[in-house]
């Protein structure tokens, strides 16, 4: 997430634009993508910079299209359709003003069209315009492998501290559970318990006192 604050920061320093970004986990690491916009004078400007914040550079693809050939076209069939739109717009104040209702009509729709033409021309050299002043540029962010967490044959030492940590707490989560049991459940009902119990020894043992003091008392009177 910081390569992706810094290219965005390093983007709009440079006059351009993120048109988006994908930040991603796969296997417990982050990676991503972000395609910036950046005015073509500025090219090679951006490229050293992303270099210089770059820890490696694994790949570099680079291709440029040329739009000249297409734009030259389209400004061309843009004319003949103006032309063709001023011819309309004469023969529609024409029939206007002599011709019928269905003459007027036909005529409307084929300016209608040629209106819809020369407006998609339009878009499209725009399209172009800003293609030719825009650079696009996608950098795919892969973490370095010394930044990564150790990993040896599948063994990861952080992943087993994890679960031994986890270990512990359920170990004392038992621990106090029983705790609680015995305090709340099993005192109680100890006590329930014990107490008849308490009472037939109290009893008996008064029982058998007296039973002893009987032939004791009888000795002392002979």
Do not use: C, H
């Amino acid at each position: 997430q910081e390569s992706v604050d810094a290219i965005t920061a390093l983007a709009s320093e440079m006059g351009g634009f993120v048109s988006g970004s994908n930040v991603y986990e796969s296997s417990d690491v982050l990676q991503g993508s972000i395609t910036v916009r950046i005015p073509a004078d500025r090219y090679q400007d951006m490229l050293t910079q992303l270099r210089e914040l770059a820890v490696r550079v694994e790949r570099e693809n680079s291709s440029t299209q040329d739009v000249t050939e297409e734009f030259t076209d389209l400004q061309a069939r843009k004319t003949n359709l103006e032309f063709t739109e001023e011819a309309l717009q004469q023969l529609l104040e024409e029939r206007q003003r002599v011709g019928s209702t269905s003459d007027i009509l036909e005529v409307y729709r084929e300016l209608t069209s040629i209106r819809g033409q020369i407006e998609q021309i339009e878009g499209r050299l725009r399209y172009l315009s800003n293609q030719s002043a825009l650079s696009t540029i996608t950098i795919q962010l892969t973490p370095d492998v010394l930044y990564q967490p150790v990993s040896i044959a599948g063994w990861q030492p952080q992943g087993v501290a994890k679960e031994a940590l986890q270990s512990l707490v359920a170990a004392l989560q038992g621990l106090i559970n029983v705790l609680i049991w015995g305090i709340v459940f099993v005192l109680p009902l100890l006590l329930v318990l014990l107490i008849p119990v308490v009472i037939v020894v109290m009893v008996i043992r008064r029982w058998w006192g007296k039973r002893r003091q009987k032939p004791q008392d009888a000795a002392t009177q002979s």
